[in-house]
Every structure is written in C-alpha cells, then in structure tokens.
C-alpha cells in the first residue's frame, strides 16, 4: 500500500522576542511569520534539518516585530513569496523594506488558500494590530492550529479551530504575576484587555472547549519572558483542563515552546 501522506510541523521560536512557525508536506514547506533576524531564522531552520532556500511561501499573521523581524531581508535573499492580508500589507512597509511586486500575494481574512496537498484556512484574532489573523492546516483527516496574539477565543474561533490533532496555543501571562510586576498600567490594561494577550488561566478554558477526539498535542505558546513561567502555565493549563474534566497525559500532552529553541519536527502520522 503506498505511504500515507504526513504532515509535519515544528515551532522554530515562539515569546514575545520572536515567533516562527514551520509547516511541512512531501511537497511544500510554509513558513509562519518570521520574527527574529534572518540569521536566527536560519540557525532555527537549521537546528530542524531544513533550509530557508527550500521555503515554498511565507505566511504572515500580523505586522508587529515579534512576528516579521526577518521578514524583508529573507523575502528578498531566498525569494520567498509572502501572503498577507491587505490592511497587513499596508502596514509593514517600514518595517520590512522594499518588497518586489511579484513577491506579494494577498491572503485575506477568513479564506482558504492551497499549498500543494495543504489546505490553509485563515481566520481573525482579537489584536492590536491592523487586520492580524492566524491559520489552520488541513491535510487529509489531519489539522495543525496555530494561535497566539488575541485578547479571547470567539464562538467563531472556537469553530475554525476545533478538534485539531495538534495546536500551538496562546498562555501569555500569569495574571497575577503581569499585575504585580515592572510594567506600566497602561501596557497591564492592553495585554488584559480583549485586543491583548490570553493569560494562562483564560488559554486552559479555551483549550477545554475545542479539544476533541482528535488532539493529541498543545503547544503552549508566546509566553512572556516578564510575566509567566513555563512551570507556572503548563500547571495553570493542567488544572483548568483537569477542572472541566480533561485529563492531560492519557487523552492529550501537553508541551513547551522557547523563543530560542525550535521543537523537534514532527510529523502528525507518528504521534502519540
């Protein structure tokens, strides 16, 4: 019989230094966002087996930094086709430089574009950004979310995104850590606020309303490096989900990210 096709991913850096994603088929490989400097982009790539010059398309959520550092001098060495949603692309000129024409594609909010055997559905987040939105990657019976930069999870979020076998999912801050740490009270109001940032508690309810029969895997995501602890999220996700009923480890694992270490590439065929 021949091979069944698999899909792989690995999250090449995710905080709020930088945030890159790779996503791979037998035939296409995305890049999602590009938030350090193209050398860091290349020592991450590097670090999971795969090369920046093999990169088929960048896919780009919103214009913050975290999320395009390297985006213009990688566009323009390897020449990477980018896609980004309109108000996306009028915002990011300043920052990522002077960008060919026949590089720029248009990818707008709550569509589905195709990438070889990859189906990448797009839908909005609550952010303070121009239009940011994030995607979901479909091949065959298989599904890969990612999420991260949102204040809350809609009842429409919650529908794009649920049942997937893996998900990179937002757990910014520990509230009370973010109340009682160096930050103004203006930037403690914007990350809780509903354009802000997910805190661990809000991430673990979320999770208990979209995870399905299918997931297997979270990843918890862009972890503030002032207010949260990778012990203190993975703790505060375990208990809300164990407090709906959830019990991680036999129905479902639950793993870090690192702003400075990619997770190892992994393919959705082989989890378990």
């Given at each position: 019989m021949?091979?069944v096709?698999?899909?792989?991913?690995?999250?090449?850096?995710?905080g709020?230094?930088?945030?890159?994603?790779?996503?791979?088929?037998?035939?296409?490989l995305l890049?999602?966002?590009?938030?350090?400097?193209?050398?860091?982009m290349?020592?991450?790539?590097?670090?999971?087996?795969?090369s920046?010059a093999?990169?088929?398309?960048?896919?780009?959520?919103?214009?913050?930094s975290d999320?395009?550092?390297?985006l213009?001098?990688?566009?323009r060495?390897?020449?990477?086709?980018?896609?980004a949603?309109?108000?996306?692309w009028?915002?990011?000129?300043?920052?990522v430089?002077?960008?060919?024409?026949?590089?720029k594609y248009?990818?707008?909010e709550?569509?589905?574009k195709?990438?070889g055997s990859i189906?990448?559905?797009s839908?909005?987040?609550?952010?303070?950004?121009?239009?940011?939105?994030?995607?979901t990657f479909?091949?065959g019976?298989?599904?890969i979310v990612?999420?991260?930069d949102t204040?809350?999870?809609s009842e429409r979020?919650?529908?794009?995104?649920r049942?997937?076998?893996?998900?990179?999912f937002?757990?910014?801050h520990?509230?009370?850590?973010?109340?009682?740490?160096r930050?103004p009270?203006?930037?403690?109001?914007?990350?809780l606020?509903?354009?802000g940032?997910l805190?661990?508690?809000?991430?673990g309810?979320?999770?208990?309303?979209?995870?399905?029969?299918?997931?297997?895997?979270?990843y918890l995501?862009?972890?503030?490096?002032?207010?949260?602890?990778?012990?203190?999220?993975?703790m505060?996700v375990?208990?809300?989900l164990?407090?709906?009923?959830?019990?991680?480890?036999?129905q479902?694992r639950i793993?870090?990210t690192d702003?400075?270490?990619?997770?190892?590439?992994t393919g959705?065929?082989h989890l378990?």
């Amino acid at each position: 019989m021949p091979a069944v096709a698999d899909l792989r991913y690995s999250f090449l850096t995710s905080g709020s230094s930088g945030n890159a994603t790779l996503i791979e088929s037998d035939s296409q490989l995305l890049l999602i966002d590009c938030g350090h400097s193209g050398k860091k982009m290349e020592e991450l790539c590097q670090s999971v087996g795969r090369s920046l010059a093999d990169v088929d398309a960048m896919l780009i959520t919103h214009e913050h930094s975290d999320h395009i550092k390297g985006l213009g001098v990688l566009a323009r060495k390897y020449q990477i086709p980018i896609y980004a949603n309109e108000k996306t692309w009028q915002a990011m000129p300043q920052s990522v430089g002077e960008i060919a024409t026949d590089l720029k594609y248009i990818f707008n909010e709550d569509s589905v574009k195709t990438f070889g055997s990859i189906d990448v559905e797009s839908f909005t987040v609550s952010h303070d950004a121009a239009s940011p939105m994030f995607y979901t990657f479909h091949q065959g019976a298989h599904k890969i979310v990612t999420m991260t930069d949102t204040g809350y999870v809609s009842e429409r979020m919650k529908g794009v995104i649920r049942n997937a076998d893996v998900y990179l999912f937002e757990s910014n801050h520990d509230v009370a850590m973010l109340r009682a740490g160096r930050y103004p009270w203006n930037t403690k109001q914007r990350i809780l606020g509903d354009e802000g940032h997910l805190s661990n508690e809000d991430a673990g309810m979320a999770m208990s309303e979209v995870i399905g029969d299918k997931t297997k895997r979270i990843y918890l995501g862009h972890l503030s490096q002032d207010n949260n602890m990778k012990d203190i999220a993975r703790m505060t996700v375990e208990q809300t989900l164990a407090q709906q009923g959830i019990a991680v480890g036999p129905q479902v694992r639950i793993f870090d990210t690192d702003p400075n270490k990619a997770t190892p590439l992994t393919g959705l065929n082989h989890l378990i």
